[in-house]
């Protein structure tokens, strides 16, 4: 996903569009942004009163929460050489939890980057 644009232009574009110094589409051509940028810009500013852009909205909600990747910690400290089939059994059984090996094992990774790095 590419980057908002700074606040320090989204400024520049409102107060030069405010400023009368040139439509939206000379504006756009002058800070090399797209007429929809300015047109959406100057639209939030007017409802909101703000140009901050919108918040990420984010992807799907993980299905592993916190209460799960405790769970996930005490197994493998546990039995240090529990399978992830085990493990996904285990997350079904004690959380009614479905998930595939593939999660299981991205979580068990940020397990391990966690104990590399603690202190």
Excluded: C
């Amino acid at each position: 996903m590419a980057r908002p644009y700074s606040k320090d232009l989204r400024i520049k574009v409102l107060e030069a569009y405010q400023q009368g110094e040139g439509t939206q589409q000379e504006i756009a051509e002058r800070f090399q942004v797209s007429l929809s940028f300015v047109r959406d810009l100057m639209r939030r500013y007017r409802e909101t009163g703000d140009v901050k852009p919108k918040g990420y909205k984010g992807g799907r909600a993980p299905k592993l929460d916190i209460k799960h990747i405790q769970s996930l910690k005490i197994w493998v400290n546990q039995n240090d050489d529990i399978s992830l089939q085990e493990l996904q059994t285990k997350l079904n059984q004690e959380h009614g939890i479905k998930v595939s090996l593939s999660t299981v094992y991205r979580r068990l990774q940020d397990i391990n980057q966690e104990r590399q790095f603690s202190y």
